[in-house]
């Protein structure tokens, strides 16, 4: 079957570190992923996304990498603060050139990040 | 700018009665979902929306009803609630080449 799961479900980091939130996938047709970010009481916003003709892509203080070799997403988050606290999500579309976007979320990483 | 707006907020049902969550969006968006998540789960699809008067079904849609008669709303109708319909619901909505935009969600509890 096809899943998207995450290997860590607390990560603990210090405020400054950088931050490494990894998700595999087992679908090796997926070519469209994204990170989104939830907090508590709040719902998922997006963070950044990915297509499988890319390796990297980044934004402002996150990098996501895709090793489509070993099936593998990692969000980098660089100089952790208290506000990047929350869950994690990576999510693969199987919406494929639809428009529509039919998302698969793993169970999600919750980021702890301590003053 | 207000994305998605879902009310309400919170609800306690009584086993066997009926409610509708509201959703609207004024983002003029095609597509509209919705989800729910369980605790400490990740999301998943209930029913989706690709179009006023469009619906289909997604991974989880038993017991549950959707219905698109404008571009805006998406209300999604709960009939003879279950305690396993406790839950957290998130309606969201897309246009054809963008992300997914996600409203505040509404916790629901079924007792």
């Known amino acids: 079957g096809e899943s998207v799961g995450l290997h860590l479900p607390t990560l603990s980091v210090q405020e400054g570190d950088n931050s490494i939130i990894n998700c595999a996938y087992s679908n090796s047709a997926s070519d469209y992923f994204i990170w989104y970010k939830q907090e508590s009481g709040k719902g998922p916003q997006f963070i950044i996304d990915i297509r499988s003709n890319m390796d990297k892509r980044q934004g402002q203080r996150v990098t996501v990498l895709l090793n489509k070799t070993v099936k593998h997403l990692s969000l980098q988050i660089a100089a952790t603060q208290p506000g990047d606290s929350a869950v994690y999500f990576c999510?693969?579309?199987?919406?494929?050139?639809?428009?529509?976007?039919?998302?698969?979320f793993g169970t999600g990483t919750r980021l702890l990040v301590s003053p | 700018n207000a994305g998605v707006t879902q009310t309400p907020k919170f609800r306690i049902l009584k086993i066997g009665q009926s409610m509708t969550l509201q959703c609207t969006q004024d983002m003029n968006h095609n597509y509209m979902y919705w989800y729910r998540q369980d605790p400490g789960m990740g999301l998943k699809l209930i029913y989706y929306?690709?179009?006023?008067?469009?619906?289909d079904k997604g991974e989880v849609p038993n017991g549950y009803n959707v219905s698109r008669s404008t571009t805006e709303d998406f209300p999604l109708r709960l009939e003879l609630a279950a305690p396993s319909q406790t839950s957290v619901y998130f309606c969201a909505s897309s246009s054809s080449v963008n992300t997914i935009y996600f409203g505040e969600g509404s916790w629901l509890t079924v007792v």
């Open positions: 999510a693969e579309n199987k919406g494929r050139n639809t428009g529509f976007q039919k998302l698969v």
């Open positions: 929306s690709v179009g006023a008067g469009i619906t």
